[in-house]
C-alpha cells in the first residue's frame, strides 16, 4: 500500500508541474523583413536558446511558434544578419522583426593581420582564382542553350522622412501616401514608383543571341503631359542595371565597377577565407573581399564558392565603401542568390539591388530596389531559329494583362509584394486626381522644361522669351505648341519675335501630322511636317540641347557680329523603328540676306566688288541613323540619351537642285558620323566622336559649305570648338575627332586632403582637318563669294593649311556634385585674327 501512495504521489507532482507548464506556454507570431530592402526573409531561425526547438520563416517571412514561458530567451538568426532577441516582458505575442544586414564586414567580423598582405602563398587568392577560370563554364553566356520565366520589379519611393516633415501643413491632404519605415521605426517613407515585368527569356551560344518575350508589363505612371514615363522606366533601368557578377566590369549607377571574381580581381582585392559551410551540400567556403584602395570603384563583401570541382559562385552579398567618389549615394548592397538547374550547373535565381540616394549622409533620401527572380530554368533544350528571330525584345502581352488584374498577378509574381508596394499604383492613380497636386506638376514642368500648361497648348519655352545679340539688340518672343490634348495627330508650333536694333519681326510656324498616331514627342516617331521660319542664325552653330536665342547665350566672347537673317521653307519625313533606325527625308528652300558684317561680294580682278543681297538654295535630303538599344528620357524639347556602351552611326546625304524653286547651286553633300561610348573599368569612361563629310561640285559659294561649328560663348560645348570663331573654318571635305575623357577621380581621389573634395578629372581633346578644292576656294577663283572680313576689313575665313586644327582642355568635374571648369588651350592657327588661344570655360554635369 505504502509503494502504491508513493507511486500515486509522483504521478500526481509530475501531472500538477506538467500541467503548470501548459498553463505558462504561448504561442507567439511575426514577420522578418531585411531593414534596407523591406524583403521577407524566408527560411529564417527562430529557436529557443540552449533547446532544439526551432522553426523556420515561410516564404513571406512568417512564422508561428510555441514557447513554453516568458523566461525562456528566443532567438531570431538568419546567415549574414546579427542575430536578435525577443523580449516577452511587455506580453507582446506579435513581433515585427528587421533585420540589418551585415555590412561592416572588415570592423566587426574580420581583423585583418598587420603583416603586409600579399597574393603569393595565398589559399584565399588560390580559391579566387579558381573561380576565374571556372567563370566561363558557369555562366549563361557559357551554355548552350537555356531557358527561363524572370520576373523584375523596381520600386522606389521619399525615404526617412521625419515626423515633422510629415505633418507640415502643406502636406495635411497627402497623408494617405506616407506610412513607417517599420512597426519600430520614428521615420517615414512615400512610396512613389513601381514597376513590373514578367518576361520569357531564350538564350543560344552558337550563334549567340538572346530572346525575351515580355508577357505582362504594368508601371505607376504619371500625366503624360508632365512626365515621359517611358524615358523615367528608362532611367530608373540604366541607374538599377542588372548585375552579373560574371562580367569583367558591372555597370550601375553610369559607372562600372570592377567585379571581384574579374580577371584582375586579384590586383585590386584583398581576398581572405572567413568561413567554411559544412552544413549544405556541396560544402561552401565564405570568402571575404575587400578594395585594395577603398575610393576605386569596387565592392566590398562576402562570397560563397562551391567546393564540388565547379568553383561556382553560390552566393553573394556586396556593397561599395563609403570613401568612394559617387554623387548623392548614401547606401548601395547586392544580393545574389544561385540554385542548381536540370544539369546541375549553377544559375542566378534572384538578384537584389538596393540604393539610397540623398544630398547629404543623412536627413530624407530617395531609397530604390530591384528585384529580379528566375524560374522554370532549364538548360539544354534546344530551340528553332524561327524563335530568335527579329529584335531582341518583343512584346506578347497577354490580353488578360490589359485590366492589371489583382489576381492575375498574384499568379506572375514570383513573391509577394509588401504592402509599401502594393499602395503605390493606388496612391499614383489618386494623386492624379488632386488638384493641388496637379497644380504642382504644372509648375514643376513649368521649371525643368520651360513650358506652361495652358489647356490643349504649352506657352514657352521661357528661357527665350528674352535675349541680345548686337544685330537684334533686345530680342523679346513669345511662342507655344498644341498638346495631345487638341489632337494626337496634328502638332503645331509658332514663335513671333522682334529686335529693337533692327526694328524687325521674325517668325516661326509649323505643322505636323503623326502617321501612327502618336505624339511626335514619344517614340517611335512616324510625322510628315511642314515648316516656315524667318529669323536670325549664326552660321554655322548648330546647337543640340539648348535654343540659340537662349538668354544664357547673349553673352559672348571676341567679335560677334556674324549673322544671316534666314528664309526658310521645310517639309520634313521622319520615321522611327523598333530596332533604333531611323530614316529622315526633306525638302527645304533656303533663302540667306547677310546681316552684321557678313558680306556677299564677288571681287573682280577689274571694277568695283559686286554685292550680293540674297543667296537662294533648294535642297534635297535623306539621312540614316542607327544606335543599337539607345535608351533616353525624351523631354519637352530634346531627348537626353541615355548612354551604353553601344555605338551610334549616322549618314546624311543633302542635293543642292539649281533651278527648281529658285535654287542657284547644285552640289552633294555627303556627311557620316559615328560615336562611342568606350568604358575603361577603373579608368572612368572617353565618350569618342567621329564624323566627316564630302562635298561635290564647283563654284559653290562658302555660306554653302561646311563651316565648322564654332563656340564664342563662356560655356563649354561638347560639340564645338570652344576658342575657334564664328565662320573661322571653311571646307569642303573634313575629318574629326572629338574625345572626352573622364577618369573619374582615379587619380585626385588617391591625394590626401584633396581626395575629400570628390573632384574628378576630364581631359579633351578635337582635331579637325580638311580642304577646301581650288574650284570652291575664293583665293583661287574670283566668280565666287570673297572670304569673310571682320571689322577691321581683315581676313577671319580660312581653309586648312598643311596641318589640323586642334584644341585640349584639362578640368575639374563634380565641383559642388554639379560643375566642369575646363582650361581650353588652343594648338595652332595663332596667327589668325581675333582668336584666343586659351580660355576658362564652365559646364552644368550632374553626374553619379
Known amino acids: 500500500m505504502k509503494y502504491y501512495i508513493q507511486r500515486f504521489s509522483l504521478v500526481s507532482i509530475s501531472l500538477f508541474f506538467s500541467l503548470l507548464s501548459m498553463a505558462q506556454t504561448f504561442q507567439i507570431k511575426g514577420k522578418v523583413t531585411d531593414r534596407d530592402t523591406q524583403e521577407p526573409i524566408e527560411f529564417a531561425t527562430i529557436a529557443i536558446v540552449g533547446s532544439t526547438k526551432a522553426t523556420k520563416t515561410d516564404e513571406n517571412g512568417n512564422f508561428t511558434f510555441s514557447v513554453p514561458s516568458k523566461n525562456a530567451k528566443v532567438r531570431v538568426s538568419y546567415v549574414g544578419y546579427p542575430s536578435q532577441d525577443l523580449d516577452f516582458a511587455s506580453g507582446k505575442t506579435f513581433f515585427n522583426i528587421t533585420l540589418a544586414p ?33 567563370r566561363e563554364q558557369n555562366r549563361l553566356t557559357g551554355q548552350n542553350f537555356v531557358e527561363f520565366e524572370q520576373y523584375e520589379k523596381i520600386s522606389l519611393g521619399l525615404s526617412n522622412l521625419s515626423p515633422k516633415f510629415v505633418n507640415r501643413k502643406a502636406f495635411k491632404n497627402y497623408q494617405f501616401l506616407f506610412q513607417k519605415e517599420s512597426d519600430t521605426s520614428s521615420t517615414y517613407m512615400l512610396p512613389a514608383y513601381m514597376e513590373e515585368k514578367v518576361s520569357k527569356v531564350y538564350y543560344r551560344n552558337d550563334p549567340k543571341k538572346t530572346k525575351q518575350y515580355i508577357l505582362a508589363e504594368q508601371k505607376a505612371e504619371f500625366d503624360p503631359k508632365f512626365i515621359d514615363n517611358e524615358g523615367l522606366a528608362n532611367y530608373f533601368n540604366k541607374l538599377y542595371d542588372k548585375v552579373d557578377i560574371y562580367d569583367n566590369n558591372i555597370t550601375l549607377l553610369t559607372n562600372q565597377f570592377l567585379s571581384p571574381i574579374a580577371n584582375s580581381a586579384p590586383t585590386f582585392y584583398r581576398y ?20 585594395r584602395n577603398k575610393s576605386d570603384f569596387l565592392f566590398q563583401g562576402k562570397l560563397y564558392v562551391s567546393l564540388d570541382g565547379q568553383y561556382a559562385v553560390q552566393g553573394a552579398k556586396m556593397k561599395v565603401s563609403e570613401d568612394i567618389n559617387l554623387n548623392f549615394v548614401r547606401d548601395l548592397n547586392i544580393e545574389l542568390t544561385f540554385d542548381k538547374d536540370n544539369v546541375d550547373k549553377y544559375y542566378l535565381s534572384r538578384s537584389s539591388l538596393g540604393i539610397d540616394f540623398a544630398l547629404t549622409g543623412k536627413g530624407s533620401g ?35 494583362t490589359v485590366d492589371n488584374s489583382q489576381k492575375y498577378w498574384e499568379g506572375l509574381r514570383q513573391g509577394l509584394l509588401t504592402s509599401k508596394e502594393k499602395s503605390i499604383y493606388q496612391n499614383i492613380d489618386s494623386l492624379q ?16 522644361s520651360g513650358y506652361k500648361q495652358a489647356g490643349p497648348i504649352e506657352i514657352g519655352p521661357v528661357n527665350t522669351f528674352y535675349s541680345y545679340n548686337p544685330v537684334e539688340g533686345l530680342r523679346l518672343r ?78 559672348k566672347r571676341g567679335e560677334n557680329k556674324s549673322y544671316l537673317y534666314n528664309n526658310v521653307y521645310k517639309l520634313e519625313y521622319k520615321a522611327e523603328f523598333s530596332n533604333n533606325f531611323s530614316i529622315n527625308a526633306g525638302l527645304t528652300k533656303w533663302k540667306q540676306n547677310p546681316a552684321g558684317i557678313i558680306r556677299y561680294q564677288i571681287i573682280p580682278k577689274l571694277g568695283d566688288p559686286i554685292q550680293i543681297n540674297e543667296l537662294n538654295t533648294t535642297e534635297a535630303s535623306i539621312g540614316f541613323r542607327w544606335a543599337p538599344k539607345e535608351q533616353f528620357y525624351q523631354g519637352k524639347l530634346y531627348r537626353t540619351p541615355v548612354y551604353n556602351q553601344y555605338p551610334i552611326f549616322t549618314f546624311n546625304y543633302t542635293a543642292g537642285i539649281k533651278g527648281v524653286l529658285g535654287g542657284e547651286y547644285n552640289y552633294h553633300n555627303f556627311t557620316a558620323g559615328a560615336f562611342k561610348r568606350i568604358y575603361l573599368s577603373q579608368l572612368g569612361y572617353a565618350d569618342v566622336n567621329l564624323d566627316g563629310t564630302y562635298i561635290l561640285g564647283n563654284n559653290i559659294a562658302y555660306p554653302l559649305l561646311t563651316l565648322h561649328r564654332a563656340n564664342q560663348t563662356y560655356a563649354y560645348q561638347l560639340q564645338s570648338y570652344n576658342l575657334m570663331n564664328f565662320m573661322e573654318f571653311i571646307s569642303d571635305q573634313h575629318a574629326s575627332i572629338n574625345v572626352q575623357y573622364y577618369m573619374n577621380g582615379f587619380i585626385l581621389n588617391k591625394i590626401p586632403l584633396i581626395k575629400k573634395l570628390q573632384l574628378r578629372e576630364v581631359f579633351s581633346f578635337k582635331g579637325l582637318y580638311g580642304g577646301l578644292r581650288n574650284e570652291n576656294n575664293p583665293s583661287y577663283n574670283e566668280d565666287l563669294f570673297a572670304w569673310q572680313r571682320n571689322s577691321d576689313d581683315q581676313i577671319s575665313s580660312f581653309t586648312f593649311g598643311n596641318k589640323p586644327y586642334m584644341e585640349a582642355s584639362f578640368g575639374l568635374g563634380n565641383i559642388f556634385k554639379i560643375l566642369r571648369v575646363d582650361y581650353v588651350r588652343r594648338l595652332n592657327y595663332l596667327d589668325h585674327p581675333n582668336v584666343s588661344n586659351s580660355g576658362i570655360r564652365a559646364r552644368i554635369k550632374v553626374d553619379f
Open 102 to 134: 551585415e555590412n561592416e564586414i572588415a570592423e566587426v567580423v574580420i581583423k585583418r593581420p598587420r603583416l603586409k598582405y600579399s597574393n603569393k602563398n595565398n589559399p584565399a587568392v588560390e580559391l579566387i582564382r579558381q573561380v576565374i577560370d571556372h
Open 478 to 555: 513669345i511662342g507655344g505648341r498644341t498638346t495631345e490634348q487638341l489632337s494626337n495627330r496634328f502638332f503645331s508650333e509658332a514663335y513671333a519675335a522682334y529686335g529693337f536694333e533692327d526694328k524687325k519681326w521674325k517668325y516661326f510656324v509649323s505643322g505636323t501630322y503623326s502617321l501612327n498616331n502618336k505624339s511626335v514627342y514619344k517614340f517611335p516617331q512616324h510625322y510628315i511636317r511642314s515648316s516656315y521660319q524667318k529669323d536670325t542664325k549664326i552660321p554655322g552653330q548648330n546647337l543640340e540641347f539648348i535654343q540659340e536665342d537662349n538668354v544664357l547665350l547673349s553673352f
Open 366 to 400: 530617395i531609397r530604390g530596389n530591384r528585384i529580379v527572380s528566375y524560374k522554370d530554368y532549364i538548360n539544354g533544350n534546344p530551340k528553332p531559329d524561327t524563335l530568335y528571330a527579329g529584335a531582341e525584345i518583343e512584346r506578347k502581352i497577354q490580353k488578360k
Open 433 to 448: 486626381t488632386m488638384p493641388s497636386f496637379r497644380s504642382f506638376m504644372d509648375v514643376a514642368a513649368l521649371v525643368l
Open 272 to 291: 581572405y577565407i572567413t568561413d567554411t559551410i559544412k552544413n549544405v551540400s556541396p560544402n561552401l567556403v565564405e570568402l571575404s573581399f575587400f578594395p
